[in-house]
């Protein structure tokens, strides 16, 4: 697998989301299923943990594209509407 040699070599920067959270599965997979030795298990730790950042950024990222807050003079969040919606 593509992603599998690219989260090995530790260079998840240019894993696409579906790729990453492919990835982020299958190592969720390998730890689940407590046949992975001690430290084994800690470097697929780390490896997940930075997958699962990379993925939440490119949602928050993608999300923040989508819609943008808007907020009463107070600072409340009153909503959100379209991204170039004014």
């Known amino acids: 697998m593509a992603e599998d ?5 530790g260079d998840t920067s240019q894993l696409s989301f579906e790729d990453a959270l492919r990835a ?6 390998r730890l689940e299923s407590g046949d992975v030795p001690l430290d084994e298990s800690i470097s697929l730790y780390a490896q997940g943990e930075e997958l ?3 993925c939440l950024a490119r949602l928050q990222a993608a999300e923040a594209r989508i819609q943008k807050l808007t ?3 107070s600072g409340t969040v009153t909503g959100a509407q379209p991204f170039g919606a004014d």
């Open 24 to 29: 982020l599965e299958t190592i969720v997979r």
């Open 5 to 9: 040699s690219m989260t090995q070599a």
């Open 52 to 54: 699962r950042k990379q």
């Open 71 to 73: 907020v009463d003079p």
